[in-house]
């Protein structure tokens, strides 16, 4: 009787290990997708989606260094088309030797006229997925996103890893785009108050000058109003925004000014900005204040005396204060209002925000908008005195 | 309900009455005077017991009393019988004793009380009892003409000597510890506690053994009600042997289909003095080093007793690795499967490419995979207790080293298991209590097979049922998780931390009663007002 | 202590996804104002146990109203428990579902629920409230951490403006809480076998105090961090919180840690419904033990959850629209009726004729 015990236990244990193997997603069978690209093209005279996705290709501990070094990359692409996304996903995952895995896809890239036109379809899929992460960065590209989605970048990281510490750190450092998360962008999206925009990426090969693209560069914004694409952001304009809307932190955004046909360099650090608004007559008008703080290492060969100080702030901050008209001029022309100015009266002001509330883009085109700018040196860097008395 | 089945299983065997062969036959019968008859009686109880020997001598008296010894050659000492006892006896000149002459006391009597030198001698007359005294080591002494015999004590074995404990080792502290010897394990603790109020109660448990079991507590500072208990539940045990604590340990547990230990075994001496003081009561058994201290929570299997003696910070630090070792070796494992095969979204990317990397080609899911290594590393830990010690230490070495490596090159298993395993075994050395240890060893094995069939879910789920079953615990009926669990903020500094000695100033509230502080209030360190250099 | 983890619990989860869809940025208030509910509950219940000192619903609601009104009513919150426990039961596979077990099918799911909180209900209310202690301040901790971490990523203009829809909206919208406050109702049960009935009441405000404080500091993370408008979106708004606090690479991935937690607050609660239902029937039907009730109601428990409420949405519904009334009408409604007939019919302590 014992042994008849022990032997059904036996049993029961060889046929539980049997049910463990089989339906779980272990590690080695998962297809890790970490970069994902959206586009809507036309083929065959039919609109469809395109969707690109690179998959992790797991690397062999057992393999030698070199081999890898060769050049066989890292990670391989798939991709697939159709009308609907759903088929699209099932396509893509019939390609799959593995099961995909949306955990690690932290950047996504979307195509010029897919954010034209379908951009919200193509955001409720991304985001409905459970694997989904809120923090994953999304950015938008002029042409398709295919082109993007290709490079081999040369240096060791892959292409996902590049385009994240780019837009996390190294494009709001330079000052030329900043990093959008999908949380935000949803949050932006769906406000009735505000527009939204998406950095923008381009590819660019490493050495300047060389026409085959390499690498991407994170540069300038896409500006959305309600949920379609219409239009962009460059380098200057980007700058201007983020020194309205954001509060910049240990930067270096290199600002080049004048005097006296010697050009100077203003390396800015950080800025603060301050937004207010008056409503006069049912019109608004808002009295932007920035003030920076920043280094003037490249001096241009004067030497900077404590009198100087002041004229060149001043200086700098005539020269600061272009790039926020600059972008402020182009929402309006774009008509959409990515600043969140409107969504400042709606905090503030909700009485007249229920007024204008449905046609607050016409009210913001008619609002005034000042912009003051207060720059800071706070030093010239270590080199007190500057290096070019020796070519004179 | 379970429980009501399998115990219903497990005793359909014992059903009968239990009852010793020699109760049938045996009724109480006592020596006779003539010395003839109690020679044959008693050759008759020992009979083919060839270790009992008899010797016959004959009393300097005048009427030539006859007499003769009994005892038994393996437990007694041959120089204390010649010398304290056949020498007096035999050479003695009772014509000379007074009493015999004057007032008429009987012969038995005179030499218990004049003639013997020794410290322990006692008359008695009935032969259970004597054989009891005999088989204690005692030294019977029948004279002719008197149905009174006389039990000496002369009790001379071997025993272990009192060296290092083998499991429980500490670096700072005393290191003696308890021995198979019931004398001298009580002689061991009497020296810590000199003080009257430690009570020592004995018993015999054990139909044919004849074990005998002390109990010690300190009066006034031990729970009334407890030492009652204990008591009670020693005297209903009704077995034929006992071999070791452990068979105790079982018959008086609350619960016995439980994985924790209800009961607390130790060999050192000072942890059982310590313990004492606490409220507890120890259970010392003959024949056994392990001493038993109830009640127990599972608190105290986390206290080792070196974390009092060093610098109570250093001693909070360890308590709280240990705390986390406990998890480790628990759950460690568990997680692994959990995170390498249902959840692996918790999983960092690099970190993630690298194992799937190194994974691709092997054969058996993860879960597979650290069931075996487990398995191997538990069948090299008790080939390790088996092994003599010179070949033990290599072979444990050598085996996990070699034994993970080679697997790992030959594509079983994955580095990542092989550093998992062996992370969860140094882990689980880290406790004290070696009975907690098993514990935790079988435990984990659920764990990883809930883990392998429903993720983190199922590790939640399986520590859940763990906890509801710990809460439920009661030691004698002091509950389990105390004092986490009905929670007793006073007492949590002993737990988690241990708070220096001049802020441990009352005992454990839930064992004792009365008697509450145990030391001085505030007898934290001072400085001296002045430098010494100072004048 | 029983009490405040089996309020915050399930109500964490999904309360704040309903409330922000229609109130937007003044999600906070409505918690703060679904909390006199609780209060209104548990004032009823304390004067009942006065009146009634140390017997429990069953026996008391025989003696207010009569053997077959009392039993038929003792019948009826039962199944308030039984329903409640479903749509417990339900709720958490619905989350494990959509977070981290997805492979897992729902009947698996359910089924280990409904086991564990069959073992910790077969022990008995002691073993649980002692299992809770542990529990709790894990829980805490783990829920502190994550303000802590959401703290750094809030931007507090997001709550302005304030009373933007108004005060009407916060105030309808205050029912859905309430009745999750309202589970003090479980006090009714648990108040003859509590140690110190005359400190229940201290304790039982503070509970509400701290549930209260608790799910708006929730509900404003929820807002501050994720935003009004997508929150409103979001099934789960707070697993995706969890999911998007990341700081430098480091600390990332903090979702299984808090989940951990969250899942052993859960089973407690489950286990906690299970117990009442099943020792409620008991008692009703005058078993000598409810042990036996454990083992017959737990298929029906699983597939109670599995079967009866067919998807998400409808679950969704139900939980916004369906349960609050129904669970109100349990909770206040009842007991308030029970105390009046009591008071009229001058049963119990400090009434006259007994």
């Known amino acids: 009787m014992k042994r008849k015990i022990m032997q059904f236990c036996l049993l029961i244990l060889l046929l539980s290990t049997f049910f463990i193997s089989g339906c779980k997603k272990e590690v080695e069978d998962l297809a890790v997708a970490t970069m994902f690209g959206g586009d809507y093209v036309n083929v065959n005279g039919v609109d469809q989606f395109q969707v690109w996705m690179r998959i992790m290709r797991p690397s062999d501990t057992g393999k030698q260094d070199s081999q890898q070094k060769d050049g066989t990359s890292s990670e391989y692409l798939i991709s697939a088309t159709s009308t609907s996304m759903m088929e699209i996903i099932s396509r893509l995952m019939i390609r799959l030797p593995k099961t995909p895995f949306y955990g690690h896809t932290y950047v996504h890239v979307y195509g010029a006229r897919n954010a034209q036109e379908n951009f919200p379809t193509q955001i409720g899929v991304s985001m409905n997925n459970a694997d989904a992460r809120g923090g994953a960065f999304l950015l938008v590209t002029k042409g398709l996103a295919s082109r993007i989605i290709q490079l081999q970048p040369s240096g060791t990281t892959t292409l996902a890893q590049q385009i994240k510490n780019q837009s996390e750190r190294i494009a709001i450092d330079k000052g030329v785009a900043c990093g959008i998360t999908m949380n935000e962008f949803s949050e932006w999206l769906l406000s009735p108050d505000r527009d939204a925009l998406l950095p923008e990426i381009e590819p660019i090969s490493s050495v300047e000058g060389e026409t085959v693209p390499d690498s991407v560069i994170v540069q300038g914004f896409g500006v959305f109003r309600e949920a379609r694409l219409v239009g962009w952001l460059d380098k200057e304009e980007a700058l201007g925004y983020l020194l309205i809307a954001r509060k910049l932190k240990d930067v270096h955004i290199a600002i080049p000014f004048t005097i006296n046909n010697k050009s100077l360099g203003y390396y800015l650090t950080g800025s603060k900005s301050k937004i207010n608004f008056t409503i006069t007559n049912g019109k608004p008008s808002f009295k932007i204040k920035i003030q920076t703080v920043g280094l003037i290492p490249e001096t241009g060969g004067l030497d900077i005396t404590p009198d100087q100080i002041k004229p060149l702030e001043k200086l700098i901050s005539d020269k600061i204060r272009e790039y926020p008209l600059k972008s402020i001029a182009k929402a309006k022309e774009y008509d959409s209002d990515f600043f969140g100015l409107m969504q400042k009266i709606h905090r503030y002001d909700p009485s007249f925000w229920q007024e204008i509330a449905s046609k607050w883009r016409d009210t913001f085109r008619q609002a005034d908008v000042e912009v003051e700018v207060e720059a800071k040196i706070v030093g010239s860097g270590v080199v007190s005195k500057s290096f070019n008395s020796l070519s004179e | ?535 | ?354």
């Open chain 2, 1 to 535: 309900m379970i429980k009501k089945l399998l115990t219903k299983v497990l005793s359909r065997s014992s059903q009968k009455i239990f009852k010793t062969p020699q109760d049938d036959t045996q009724e109480t019968r006592t020596l006779t005077s003539d010395i003839d008859t109690n020679l044959q009686i008693l050759h008759d109880f020992f009979h083919l017991c060839e270790d009992i020997v008899s010797k016959e001598f004959i009393l300097n008296l005048p009427t030539s009393t006859r007499s003769f010894i009994i005892y038994a050659d393996s437990l007694c000492d041959p120089v204390m019988i010649n010398e304290s006892i056949l020498k007096p006896i035999m050479q003695e000149n009772y014509f000379q004793v007074q009493e015999i002459t004057t007032m008429n006391a009987s012969l038995p009597q005179i030499i218990l009380k004049r003639i013997l030198i020794n410290h322990q001698a006692k008359p008695v007359s009935d032969i259970q009892q004597l054989s009891n005294f005999l088989l204690n080591g005692h030294l019977i002494l029948v004279i002719d003409g008197y149905s009174t015999a006389i039990a000496i004590a002369v009790q001379g074995y071997e025993e272990r000597a009192v060296n290092e404990p083998s499991s429980e080792q500490n670096i700072r502290g005393p290191r003696d510890s308890f021995v198979e010897s019931l004398p001298t394990n009580v002689s061991l603790l009497r020296r810590r506690i000199r003080s009257s109020r430690l009570k020592y109660q004995s018993m015999t448990l054990g139909e044919i053994s004849q074990t005998k079991v002390g109990i010690c507590y300190i009066q006034g500072i031990a729970n009334d009600k407890i030492v009652k208990e204990v008591k009670v539940r020693l005297n209903r045990i009704n077995i034929d042997s006992i071999m070791d604590s452990g068979y105790i340990e079982e018959l008086i547990a609350d619960e016995s289909l439980t994985l924790f230990p209800l009961v607390q075994n130790t060999e050192r001496p000072d942890r059982t003095a310590a313990s004492l003081f606490e409220g507890k009561i120890a259970i010392i058994v003959d024949n056994t080093p392990s001493v038993l201290i109830v009640p127990c929570t599972i608190v105290s299997l986390f206290q080792a007793s070196e974390d009092y003696y060093n610098n109570n910070i250093f001693a909070t630090l360890i308590r709280i690795g240990r705390f986390f070792a406990i998890n480790i070796a628990l759950i460690a494992p568990a997680i692994t499967v959990a995170v390498f095969s249902n959840n692996a979204e918790l999983i960092p990317l690099n970190f993630l490419t690298t194992v799937a990397g190194a994974r691709s080609d092997l054969p058996f899911p993860i879960s597979i995979e650290i069931i075996l290594m487990e398995l191997t590393f538990e069948l090299l830990r008790e080939a390790g207790v088996r092994l003599p010690r010179t070949v033990g230490q290599a072979i444990s070495t050598v085996g996990g080293l070699v034994i993970g490596q080679a697997a790992v090159t030959a594509g079983i298993v994955s580095p990542i298991t092989v550093i998992v395993v062996s992370i969860t075994a140094i882990a689980s050395f880290v406790f004290p209590d070696y009975s907690l240890g098993t514990s935790i060893r079988i435990l984990r094995f659920v764990l990883i097979i809930l883990s392998s069939f429903l993720g983190l879910f199922g590790i939640v789920a399986g520590l859940m049922v763990i906890l509801f079953h710990l809460c439920g615990l009661r030691s004698f009926g002091v509950p389990y998780l105390w004092p986490i669990a009905p929670l007793s903020v006073r007492d949590l500094k002993d737990t988690f931390v241990r708070a220096p000695w001049w802020a441990m100033s009352t005992r454990p509230s839930l064992t004792t009663d009365k008697e509450s502080l145990r030391q001085a209030s505030k007898q934290g360190p001072t400085k001296p007002d002045k430098e010494v250099n100072d004048q």
């Open chain 3, 1 to 354: 202590m029983l009490l405040f983890m089996s309020i915050t619990t399930t109500a964490i989860l999904f309360v704040p996804g309903i409330i922000v869809q229609k109130t937007g940025q003044s999600a906070w208030l409505v918690t703060l104002f679904s909390s006199p509910a609780g209060i209104i509950t548990l004032l009823i219940i304390m004067k009942l146990g006065q009146r009634f000192p140390r017997t429990s619903l069953p026996t008391y609601s025989e003696i207010i109203l009569g053997k077959v009104i009392g039993k038929f009513f003792c019948v009826a919150y039962a199944l308030f428990f039984f329903t409640a426990n479903t749509l417990i039961i339900r709720e958490c596979s619905e989350f494990l579902t959509y977070s981290l077990s997805s492979g897992t099918s729902m009947i698996v799911l359910n089924s280990a629920i409904v086991v564990v909180a069959g073992f910790g209900a077969f022990k008995g209310i002691e073993v649980i409230a002692r299992a809770n202690q542990f529990v709790l301040p894990l829980f805490i901790i783990s829920f502190v951490c994550l303000f802590g971490l959401a703290l750094f990523k809030a931007d507090y203009e997001r709550l302005l403006p304030l009373w933007e829809t108004g005060i009407q909206p916060i105030l309808l919208n205050s029912v859905a809480p309430a009745s999750f406050f309202g589970e003090i109702v479980i006090l009714l049960m648990l108040l003859p076998v509590v140690n110190k009935p005359r400190e229940a009441w201290s304790k039982g405000l503070w509970t509400i105090f701290t549930a209260t404080a608790f799910l708006t500091i929730c509900a404003l993370m929820i807002i501050t961090v994720i935003g009004p408008n997508l929150s409103g979106h979001l099934l789960f708004p707070l697993w995706n919180l969890a999911k998007s606090l990341e700081y430098g690479n480091y600390i990332q991935r903090i979702e299984g840690f808090i989940f951990f937690f969250w899942l052993t607050g859960i089973m407690i609660k489950t286990t906690l419904f299970y117990y009442l239902t099943c020792f409620m029937s008991a008692q009703i039907f005058g078993f000598k033990s409810y042990h036996p009730i454990i083992c017959y109601l737990a298929p029906l428990q699983v597939a109670s959850a599995t079967f009866l409420v067919s998807n998400t949405i409808q679950f969704q519904n139900i939980l916004g629209k369906y349960w609050p009334p129904f669970g109100l009408f349990f909770e206040i409604v009842l007991p308030l009726f029970l105390l009046l007939v009591a008071v009229i019919r001058k049963k119990g302590v400090g009434g006259s004729i007994r």
